[in-house]
């Protein structure tokens, strides 16, 4: 059975879902992603040439003909190249997404409604925020090695304290709101008035957030396999393909410029998307419009 309290609960999310719609940065951005996420989860029925299968023979070919989007300097299909980097970005995009999700909102609920864990945390996360993103990013990579595993963690690593911090600054503020009070009150006890009471009302930044998040961690991951320390070669993902391809840019501009192309499409939707979320979520934007 549906319980009354449910139906208003529906109702705002339907009109949610109707401002999102009408919302052309959001619309564009879903657009712009949705393309590139059908052709990666598509990759293996769009493309039947094995990315890292060499032909010396068809290198350096412009694209057209049986070449949609030319070969590289072994030969190499680079449009299955840069289809099944679509799908390694879009993998490695989600996962980092899902391990801030999980490990940012545990932190960031702990830090902001325990307040005696509030300092310890908080300075374990500023020390993390104090270097540069990408420049932690290489570090880590540095240390545990090169590979796709490896780019996953240490993403997450640097982003997580962001997402915690967004967490425990709503956490904060929802803890001191009436309906938690009289849940205190009520004798309700820690679990249930974080998951019940807290947690749901911090869902909204957070998204924001986390869709930000995709975009930053598509264009990390490729700035990482470019400078070499990402995905070991020839794994075919954007930033290989770019580094390997700024050796012939005169030569063969397309093999840099198509991924290049890709991953700004890409990072584009996602902002895009972040930009839509962010005007319809946030209830301070919604006043202002």
Same mark, same amino acid.
């Given at each position: 059975?549906?319980? $009354?309290? *449910?139906?208003?609960? %529906? !109702?705002?999310?339907? &009109?949610?879902?109707?401002? =999102?719609? #009408? ?17 990666? /989860? ?10 890292? !299968?060499?032909?010396? #023979? ?17 030969? %190499? ?18 996962? @980092?997404?899902?391990?801030? &999700? ?7 609920? &702990?830090?902001?409604?325990? !307040?005696?864990? *509030? ?6 996360? *500023? ?11 290489? $570090?880590?990579?540095? @240390? ?70 995709? $975009?930053?961690? @598509?264009?990390?991951? /490729?700035?990482?396999?470019? =400078?070499?320390?990402? &995905? ?39 902002? =895009?998307?972040?930009?839509?979320? %962010? *005007? ?10």
């Amino acid at each position: 059975m549906i319980e $009354a309290e *449910d139906i208003p609960e %529906r !109702r705002e999310h339907r &009109a949610t879902l109707r401002r =999102l719609l #009408r919302h052309r940065l959001f619309v564009s951005g879903l657009f712009l992603f949705g393309i590139v996420a059908v052709v990666a /989860a598509l990759a293996p029925f769009i493309t039947d040439v094995d990315p890292n !299968r060499l032909s010396m #023979r068809n290198k350096f070919l412009a694209p057209g003909g049986n070449w949609v989007f030319g070969t590289d300097g072994f030969g %190499r299909s680079l449009w299955s190249r840069v289809v099944w980097g679509a799908q390694l970005s879009m993998i490695i995009g989600a996962s @980092v997404v899902a391990l801030n &999700a999980i490990f940012g909102t545990l932190i960031g609920a &702990a830090a902001g409604y325990f !307040r005696r864990l *509030d300092t310890m945390l908080m300075r374990v996360n *500023d020390a993390l925020m104090a270097f540069p993103a990408i420049l932690l990013a290489i $570090a880590v990579t540095s @240390v545990l090695g090169p590979s796709t595993l490896n780019v996953i963690l240490a993403l997450s690593i640097v982003y997580i304290p962001r997402t915690a911090r967004i967490v425990r600054s709503s956490v904060i503020v929802l803890r001191e709101m009436e309906y938690v009070q009289a849940a205190v009150a009520a004798g309700a006890g820690h679990w249930r008035i974080l998951r019940h009471h807290i947690l749901p009302n911090a869902m909204a930044p957070m998204i924001v957030q986390l869709s930000f998040l995709f $975009a930053y961690a @598509v264009l990390s991951e /490729a700035t990482l396999s470019f =400078l070499g320390v990402g &995905a070991v070669p020839p794994t075919p993902t954007w930033g290989n393909i770019m580094s390997e391809g700024r050796d012939f840019m005169r030569e063969a501009p397309w093999i840099i410029t198509i991924p290049g192309i890709a991953l700004m499409v890409t990072v584009m939707g996602l902002n =895009l998307l972040g930009d839509g979320l %962010r *005007d319809v979520l946030d209830p301070r934007l919604r006043i202002q419009q």
